[in-house]
């Protein structure tokens, strides 16, 4: 999936894949149920790509840490963050 493809809107929840664009829309369909919608110039958007995590050093691309976390599960799923995680 390529995150340049991939937005946030404020005020609406979940995320949305970007099909098309005009003058005054960008007609999108939702990740989770495929619903189609137009979003308006006026709303405020973010690409994927463009969103970081702020750390003790510096900021990290969403991207990097998703690969990351991935990686350390081995593509499984990963611990609930209601768990302790201790054995």
């Known amino acids: 999936m390529e995150f340049n493809k991939i937005i946030a809107v404020s005020g609406k929840p979940g995320l949305f894949k970007v099909i098309s664009q005009s003058k005054s ?6 990740l989770g149920d495929d619903k189609r919608a ?6 405020n958007v ?4 463009n ?8 900021d990290v691309p969403l991207l990097k840490v998703l690969k990351t976390m ?4 081995e593509g499984k799923e990963a611990i609930s963050h209601k768990e302790s995680g201790r054995n």
Request: aromatic content about 10%; hydrophobic content about 45%.
């Open 70 to 73: 991935y990686e350390k599960t």
């Open 25 to 30: 829309a960008i007609i999108v369909a939702g």
């Open 46 to 49: 973010s690409l994927l790509e």
């Open 51 to 58: 969103i970081a995590i702020y750390t003790y050093e510096e």
């Open 38 to 43: 137009a979003i308006s110039a006026t709303q």
